[in-house]
């Protein structure tokens, strides 16, 4: 077993604290100076129901979570029920001695350590039931040879707000379990992993974004609350009043967007956050937006569909319908970041597309990268790297110098017009959702409809040269390429890393930037794959049918995914093994 | 009011080169009449207003005022001026729509305004019918009021805007008459004036549609509660069975007005340093920024 990558699962019930006490190790990982990638998995419940969160701490950075885990906190008897078959052989199982319906036998038979200790006992002695999570990762702690010190100080900041007796009697938990995984030690061969420099911040794509976001002049969100947005607008409101963002909860999706769009037209950098059932909602304001031509960013965070679906897993089945959402044809922009660090930078970037271009933008996540918590460097988060560009807003000054009566809608060569935000006597204007004319009028009129349908339109390719081409990632692709978008390239690159490792060279093309895109580049780039094997989380291979759309390419094989949990590498290498294995020979070979 | 006390400001300042398309004898023409009045009265120029609207035949208004304007999405205008006064608390905002944009599509967003109230005035041009769309019955129609979709009369009892404003929490409510251009103007004006949101329910006849509700009716069947003497708006007991009155005779003028209630604005600490326009281009400074992240270790 590897000292330089060690996942731990912790499981029980929602409720007893397995996301709180995940999030603690993952701290604890993170300041230690190690790369974690955390993987929570919970239900539509507040109380009862399997939650699970896997943490992976190694010594190399991390996309993805890794399947099997080498350590099993189990909390409730269906936790190791649930998961004993993806602990590793030679892995741990740690569990109350207390559980009838656990079978030390059945877990050897598996090839993994049962380790029963009096959890339950120990917590009521030490103050609370509730206290069984914090033993548990004193144990891990104690098993793993990792420094208690760091759990200490993680504790001390989590129960800083409550009282001073909560503070030891968790510190105490996490001593005892210390004390007992050092005893238990022995029976594992596996060694601690090395601490390895100095700590580093641990947060997920919904944290990234909202932080990116602020940072690129975000002073403005209405939203309303789904999962698995809701942490975006959740610390935006929390940051409102000290970084002066004005935030809403409103009472619907509609009056939402409809506010950002207001707050936008008053010159406030303004967004949204949403899911797929709330975008849905959203679809009319966002013709309106295009339409009058108005900047909005516009996050949905993708969750399982159809309709209510399921609220708390991981999908990735809205991308057709981002890229056509509404009626009527406008133009709009379309990004997916597939890391933390995409995610930080789309916060920033969105603004200024959306400003530039005056259009809306729709930022693509989903479940799987919104809520898993990653280790960032401190210094890859920079101000220097962020950029504030307001595109042809116009300044005051710039208004004081008109001589004649500004025209909103001025068709250009490059489709955007000089935009004023209302409020100046020499740019008083209005702005209507019908068709209307460079004034800003309502016309029916013919010709002036093919020239205001042109210069909207023209802003798409405009566009172009301000978008990303498809990254490549890993090895050559000799033998395959994984071609995959959103956050399917964490998981992805280190299937190609696993493949390289048994002798197959596979690379990844990831694709973050979906609409517009430089059509020629993007055709020349799948052109120059072996073969092509795309990776999504959706039934209906919507990667797949956008580049065949596009570009006109076809993809060799498509791995679809669709029961609301996130690929694992492995999901990704064993099938990759077997599109190999079925796939003719290309003329190449 | 306006932002000087040099300039002043005129009718003539709000003139539109475009005609409107309204309907000889639409009430919309004496709405138009009253807002430009009571926007000069206050002396607030073209470019400290916005006003927003939906869609419908009363909705172009936007189009025939030399104004800020911004005709939005069925239903949607309180929303979309929430979020404008949010950002920019020094505009004058104004709403204007129908009923059916107002009391149909729009009574989620209409009830929370109510209680939400942002500093803005909405005025509702109330013609108990869809015209635009060419004459089917409306969220105020009449019950019994034969349309092309209500071919055997409005099967449903009409809402009573000002009832419904009242139970939502509005701190102003007025009810006007399109026939009566220089009241409705005053009760505009007061409308403005209130820091909050203000209703202002304007009932006008659509000459083309809509045969029941005509100027000699609405004259007939509304009074004045100024005229009677002794009405009090800022009594809450008062005002709670005035804003009920309808099928008697129906009340014009200021029905409820309270002044102890912040608008929305006053609560937002971040709107203290005026409008976000200037603040969105500003990046974080390095120690804030540091915290933030901080905040992550």
């Given at each position: 077993?590897?000292?330089?990558?060690v996942?731990?699962?912790?499981?029980?019930?929602?409720?007893?604290?397995?996301e709180?006490s995940?999030?603690?190790?993952?701290?604890?990982v993170?300041?230690?100076?190690?790369?974690?990638?955390?993987?929570?998995?919970y239900?539509?419940?507040i109380?009862?129901g399997?939650?699970?969160?896997?943490?992976?701490?190694?010594?190399?950075?991390?996309?993805?979570?890794r399947?099997?885990?080498?350590l099993?906190?189990a909390?409730?008897?269906?936790?190791?029920?649930?998961?004993?078959g993806n602990v590793?052989?030679g892995?741990?199982?740690?569990?109350?001695?207390?559980?009838?319906?656990?079978?030390?036998d059945?877990?050897?038979?598996?090839?993994?350590v049962?380790l029963?200790?009096?959890l339950?006992?120990q917590?009521a002695?030490l103050?609370?039931?509730?206290m069984?999570?914090?033993?548990?990762?004193g144990?891990?702690?104690?098993?793993?040879?990792?420094?208690?010190?760091?759990?200490?100080?993680?504790?001390?900041?989590?129960?800083?707000?409550r009282?001073?007796?909560?503070?030891?009697?968790?510190?105490?938990a996490?001593?005892?379990?210390f004390r007992?995984?050092?005893d238990?030690?022995?029976?594992?061969?596996?060694?601690?992993?090395?601490?390895g420099?100095?700590?580093?911040?641990?947060?997920?794509?919904?944290?990234?974004?909202?932080?990116?976001?602020a940072?690129?002049?975000?002073?403005?969100?209405?939203?309303?609350?789904?999962?698995p947005a809701?942490?975006?607008?959740?610390?935006?409101?929390?940051?409102?009043?000290r970084?002066?963002?004005?935030?809403?909860?409103a009472?619907?999706?509609i009056?939402?967007?409809?506010?950002?769009?207001?707050?936008a037209?008053?010159?406030?950098?303004?967004?949204?956050?949403?899911?797929?059932?709330?975008f849905?909602l959203m679809s009319?304001?966002?013709?309106?937006?295009?339409?009058?031509?108005?900047p909005?960013?516009?996050?949905?965070?993708?969750r399982?569909?159809?309709?209510?679906?399921?609220?708390t897993?991981?999908?990735?089945?809205?991308?057709?319908f981002?890229?056509?959402?509404s009626?009527?044809?406008?133009?709009?922009?379309?990004l997916?970041?597939?890391?933390?660090?995409?995610?930080?930078?789309?916060?920033?970037?969105?603004?200024?597309?959306?400003?530039?271009?005056?259009?809306?933008?729709?930022?693509?996540?989903?479940?799987?990268?919104?809520?898993?918590?990653k280790?960032?460097?401190?210094d890859?988060?920079?101000?220097?790297?962020?950029?504030?560009?307001?595109?042809?807003?116009?300044?005051?000054?710039?208004?004081?110098?008109?001589?004649?009566?500004?025209?909103?809608?001025?068709?250009?060569?490059?489709?955007?017009?000089p935009?004023a935000v209302?409020?100046?006597?020499?740019?008083?204007?209005?702005m209507?959702?019908d068709e209307?004319?460079e004034?800003?009028?309502i016309?029916?009129?013919?010709?002036?409809?093919?020239?205001?349908?042109?210069?909207?339109?023209?802003?798409?390719?405009?566009?172009?040269?301000?978008?990303?081409?498809?990254?490549l990632?890993?090895?050559?692709?000799?033998?395959?390429?994984?071609?995959?978008?959103g956050?399917?390239?964490?998981?992805?690159?280190e299937?190609?890393?696993?493949?390289s490792?048994?002798?197959?060279?596979?690379?990844v093309?990831?694709?973050?930037?979906?609409?517009?895109l430089?059509?020629?580049?993007?055709a020349a780039?799948?052109?120059?794959?072996?073969?092509?094997?795309?990776?999504?989380?959706?039934?209906?291979?919507?990667l797949?049918?956008?580049?065949r759309?596009v570009t006109?390419?076809?993809?060799?094989?498509?791995?679809?995914?669709?029961?609301?949990?996130?690929f694992?590498?492995?999901?990704?290498?064993?099938?990759?093994?077997?599109?190999?294995?079925?796939?003719?020979?290309t003329?190449?070979? | 009011?306006g932002d000087?006390a040099?300039?002043?400001?005129?009718?003539?300042?709000?003139?539109?080169?475009?005609?409107?398309?309204?309907?000889?004898?639409?009430?919309?023409f004496g709405?138009?009449t009253a807002l430009k009045?009571?926007?000069?009265?206050?002396?607030i120029?073209?470019?400290?207003?916005?006003v927003?609207?939906?869609?419908?035949c009363g909705?172009?208004?936007?189009?025939?005022?030399?104004?800020?304007g911004?005709?939005?999405?069925h239903?949607?205008?309180?929303?979309?001026?929430?979020?404008f006064?949010?950002?920019?608390?020094?505009?004058h905002v104004?709403?204007?729509?129908?009923?059916?944009d107002a009391?149909?599509?729009g009574?989620?967003?209409f009830i929370?305004?109510?209680?939400?109230?942002p500093?803005?005035t909405?005025?509702?041009?109330?013609?108990?019918?869809?015209?635009?769309?060419k004459?089917?019955?409306?969220?105020t129609?009449?019950?019994g009021?034969?349309t092309?979709?209500?071919?055997d009369?409005?099967?449903?009892?009409?809402i009573?805007?000002?009832?419904?404003a009242?139970?939502?929490?509005?701190?102003?409510?007025a009810r006007?008459?399109?026939?009566?251009?220089q009241?409705?103007?005053?009760?505009i004006?007061?409308g403005?004036?209130?820091?909050?949101y203000a209703?202002i329910?304007?009932?006008?006849?659509?000459?083309?549609f809509?045969k029941?509700?005509?100027?000699?009716?609405?004259?007939?069947?509304s009074?004045?509660?100024?005229a009677?003497g002794?009405?009090?708006?800022?009594?809450?007991?008062?005002?709670a069975?005035?804003v009920?009155?309808?099928?008697?005779?129906?009340p014009?003028?200021?029905?409820?007005?309270?002044t102890?209630r912040?608008?929305?604005?006053?609560?937002?600490?971040?709107?203290?340093?005026?409008?976000?326009?200037?603040?969105?281009?500003?990046?974080?400074?390095?120690a804030?920024?540091?915290?933030?992240?901080?905040?992550?270790?």
């Open positions: 077993m590897s000292e330089v990558d996942s731990i699962t912790i499981g029980g019930d929602a409720g007893q604290g397995i709180s995940g999030a603690a190790w993952g701290r604890a993170a300041r230690a100076g190690l790369h974690l990638f955390s993987l929570t998995d239900r539509s419940r109380r009862g399997h939650n699970f969160y896997q943490t992976r701490a190694s010594l190399r950075p991390v996309n993805s979570h399947d099997p885990v080498q099993l906190l909390l409730t008897e269906e936790t190791v029920k649930v998961h004993l590793a052989r892995g741990i199982v740690v569990y109350d001695e207390d559980f009838r319906r656990v079978d030390a059945e877990i050897r038979r598996a090839g993994v049962p029963p200790l009096p339950a006992r917590a002695e103050g609370s039931k509730v069984m999570n914090t033993l548990m990762l144990v891990a702690a104690g098993l793993l040879h990792f420094d208690v010190g760091y759990l200490e100080g993680v504790i001390q900041d989590l129960f800083r707000r009282s001073a007796q909560v503070v030891q009697n968790n510190l105490a996490l001593a005892q379990g007992w995984g050092r238990h030690s022995g029976m594992w061969p596996v060694r601690r992993p090395a601490p420099g100095k700590a580093r911040m641990a947060l997920h794509g919904n944290h990234a974004f909202a932080l990116g976001a940072a690129g002049g975000c002073r403005f969100i209405a939203a309303y609350p789904m999962t809701t942490p975006i607008f959740e610390w935006l409101v929390a940051k409102g009043s970084l002066g963002i004005v935030t809403k909860h009472e619907d999706e009056a939402a967007v409809c506010m950002a769009i207001g707050a037209h008053a010159g406030a950098r303004a967004m949204t956050a949403t899911s797929g059932a709330g849905a009319e304001a966002l013709g309106l937006a295009g339409m009058v031509e108005l909005l960013v516009l996050v949905v965070s993708q399982g569909g159809p309709s209510t679906g399921l609220p897993r991981t999908e990735q089945a809205d991308l057709l981002a890229l056509h959402a009626h009527g044809e406008f133009p709009r922009i379309v997916a970041p597939g890391t933390v660090e995409e995610c930080f930078e789309a916060g920033w970037r969105s603004f200024n597309l959306a400003e530039r271009y005056q259009t809306p933008v729709i930022v693509l996540l989903d479940q799987f990268l919104s809520a898993s918590v280790t960032v460097e401190p890859d988060f920079s101000l220097s790297d962020v950029v504030i560009d307001r595109g042809l807003t116009l300044t005051g000054a710039e208004l004081d110098q008109l001589t004649e009566p500004y025209l909103r809608y001025q068709d250009t060569p490059s489709g955007v017009s935009r209302p409020g100046h006597p020499k740019a008083v204007y209005a209507t959702s209307h004319d004034e800003g009028h016309t029916e009129e013919l010709p002036n409809r093919i020239l205001m349908m042109r210069k909207r339109m023209r802003k798409e390719q405009t566009a172009v040269a301000d978008m990303g081409e498809p990254r990632y890993e090895g050559d692709g000799e033998d395959l390429t994984l071609v995959c978008w956050s399917t390239v964490g998981p992805a690159r299937a190609a890393q696993i493949l490792a048994g002798g197959i060279d596979v690379n093309l990831h694709f973050s930037d979906l609409w517009p430089p059509v020629k580049e993007v780039a799948l052109g120059r794959c072996r073969r092509t094997l795309v990776v999504e989380q959706n039934y209906t291979g919507q797949a049918r956008w580049l759309q006109g390419f076809t993809v060799d094989a498509v791995l679809h995914k669709f029961d609301g949990r996130p694992s590498p492995q999901d990704i290498s064993t099938y990759a093994r077997r599109v190999l294995a079925d796939l003719a020979p003329a190449a070979d | 009011m000087t040099v300039k002043k400001v005129t009718v003539k300042d709000f003139a539109s080169e475009h005609r409107p398309t309204w309907c000889p004898g639409c009430g919309d709405i138009l009045r009571a926007l000069a009265d206050l002396n120029a073209p470019h400290e207003v916005m927003i609207s939906g869609i419908g909705s172009k208004l936007v189009d025939y005022i030399h104004a800020n911004f005709m939005t999405i239903g949607r205008p309180l929303a979309v001026a929430t979020g006064a949010l950002a920019n608390p020094h505009m104004v709403v204007i729509n129908g009923d059916g009391y149909g599509i009574g989620n967003h929370h305004t109510c209680r939400r109230n500093n803005l909405h005025i509702v041009q109330n013609n108990q019918i869809y015209a635009l769309t004459g089917q019955y409306s969220p129609s009449h019950r009021f034969r092309t979709t209500s071919p009369g409005a099967p449903e009892w009409p009573l805007p000002t009832e419904l009242f139970a939502a929490g509005a701190g102003f409510i006007g008459y399109a026939g009566a251009p009241q409705l103007a005053e009760l004006k007061a403005i004036r209130h820091k909050g209703l329910d304007v009932l006008q006849p659509c000459t083309t809509n029941v509700n005509t100027y000699e009716w609405y004259e007939e069947n009074y004045d509660v100024a009677e002794g009405y009090d708006p800022a009594d809450p007991k008062a005002a069975d005035k009920r009155e309808w099928d008697e005779k129906i014009l003028g200021v029905l409820f007005r309270r102890d912040p608008s929305y604005d006053e609560l937002v600490p971040a709107l203290a340093q005026g409008p976000l326009m200037h603040s969105s281009s500003l990046p974080l400074d390095e804030t920024f540091a915290d933030l992240k901080e905040e992550f270790m």
